[in-house]
């Protein structure tokens, strides 16, 4: 399922192309001009594949942004454990899970200590994050706040570069760290994406009806997943487009094609958990 861009403008006609059964209705694309309480909670509860906020902003403050990420610095990923080359600001939380299932902190705190003070420095203006995060928050109702490790907010909104795609994988902080790590539990956890540069073609993400399984695990391909694991399931393709806000849950197996045009594919990324109490927390 191609939806390629805005135009069907709701879920009952996202669904209206082919797919060989089974087929769930529910799990389609919503476009809309904002997001909404009914959207995120449609996603924690698997009713809905993702939802897209067309134009989120402006090509003007797209421009305006990354104009001034030049300003941060930016590494790759370990290529021994992410082959694929992806260039990143922030700390991601997941990278910091030793083999037991707990928090390196005293890796992550000086990492994350070091990227807030350098995100600071930069002053980007407008800051996409901060825009993204009260939106979001007025859509729930309440403010989006750190998740928080006892008591020490976590980094949230990391830059990431990702040209040459990204293997099929899934995330799900409840079973990256099965015992816990934030002082708040979550029952859901939701992928946010921002666009503010794109390549002139390529670099959809495809997001598919299916969720970890033992079984994957004879798929497995470094830290994702070969695309048999996925074969005859239902997916959705997401090509990304300047500007645009993508929500989707990735408990469901995810992946990114690499681009096939000339440009960078720059999106500013961060989870958001939906808690017992009802409340949005963010990470990255």
Known sequence: MDHSRPGAGSPTAAAAAVLDPPFDPLFTVADA???????????????LAAVRVPAFLDPATCRAVTDALDGLPTAPYDPARVPTPVLRFGP??????????????DHYWP????????WNRAAIRPDPVAISLARLGTAWGSAVVPATV???????GTLREINAGLLMHYDDINREFPDGVFDQDTVAQLAFNLYVSV?????????????????????????????AAVEGRQS?????????ALLFNPAHFHAVDANTGPGRR?????FLGLTTSGHLVVWS
């Open 33 to 47: 001009p904002a997001f909404t309480g009914r959207h995120l909670a449609r996603l924690a509860a698997g009713a």
């Open 111 to 118: 990492d994350a200590d070091a990227a807030r003070a350098e």
């Open 92 to 105: 991601a939380f997941n990278d910091y899970r030793l083999p037991g299932g707990e928090l390196d902190a």
């Open 199 to 227: 390549a002139d073609g390529g670099g959809a993400t495809t997001v598919w009806r299916h969720r970890w399984a033992p079984g994957d695990e004879e798929h497995r391909d470094t830290y994702g997943y070969r695309r």
């Open 150 to 156: 006892e008591g020490r907010a976590v980094f949230g």
């Open 266 to 270: 720059v999106a500013f990324a961060f």
């Open 236 to 244: 959705v393709r997401l090509p990304p487009h300047l500007g645009d």
